[in-house]
C-alpha cells in the first residue's frame, strides 16, 4: 500500500521533471531536469521491484545509476567545449 | 520484529516520497537554474535517502539491501558532483543566480526570473501588434511576400 502511494509520487515528480526538461529556456535546466528524472527512474525501478516482488530490478537500478551521473558529465562537456574528445583546459576561443 | 521493521519502513518510505515530490515541485517552480539544483538536491538526498532508507527496513538483511546500498552510496557520490559541473559550467556560461547585485527576490517589485522576463516582452511586443491597424500587417506580410520572391528570383 504506502509502495504503491510512493510509485505514485515518484510518477508525480517524473512528470514534473519532464515538464520542466520541456519548458526549461536555458540547456543547463534541461540538463538538471534530465538528472533528476534519471534518479527517478532508479527510484521508480526500485519501488516497482518490491511491490511486484522481483527485486532483480535492483540490477538495472544500479545501471542506471552508473548512466546517470556519465550522461549528465557527457552533456555538460559537450556543450562547453563541443567536442567529447576535448581534452579540457584551454577553451576553445582562447587559444 | 518483522512488523516493528515494516512499520519503520513504511514510515520512512512515506517520509522519502513526500520529500521527492517537494523537491519536483521546486525543480518545477525555481526561478532559476541554481535554485533549481538546490531542489534537485533535495529530492536526490532526503527524498531518494530516505526512500532507500525504508526499502532496506523492508528488505531486512539480505543481497538486496546490500544492493540498495550500493544504489544509494552510487547516487550520494554522483549527485554533488554532477550538481557542482552544472553550476560551473552555468556560471563558465554566464548566467547569474537570481538575487545577485541586490535584486529583490519576494513581494512587490521582485526581480522576476529569466522566464517571466521572456514572457514580458513578448506580451508587450505582442500587445501594440494587436491594437495597431492591419496595415502595417499587411504590409509586413507583402514585405515578406517579396522577400520570399527575392529569393526564389536569386536562387
Known sequence: MILAAATLAVLVALLLGVIRALRGPTVFDRVLAANAIGTGAIMLLALIGFLTGRPEFLDIGILYALLNIIGTLAVLKFFRYGDLSHPGGEEPGDA | MSALSEVIGSMLIAVGAFFYVVGAIGIYRMPDVFTRMHAAGISDTAGAGLLIAGMMFLAGFSLVAVKLAIIMGVILFTSPIAT????????????????????????????????????????????????????????????????????????
Open chain 2, 84 to 155: 557542482h559541473a552544472l553550476a560551473q559550467a552555468a556560471l563558465h556560461e554566464g548566467l547569474e543566480p537570481v538575487g545577485v547585485g541586490n535584486k529583490i527576490l519576494i513581494g512587490p517589485g521582485a526581480h522576476p526570473g529569466p522566464e517571466k522576463i521572456g514572457k514580458a516582452t513578448t506580451k508587450k511586443t505582442r500587445k501594440p501588434a494587436k491594437r495597431a491597424a492591419r496595415k502595417p500587417a499587411k504590409s509586413k506580410a507583402t514585405k515578406r511576400k517579396t522577400a520570399s520572391a527575392k529569393r526564389r528570383t536569386r536562387s
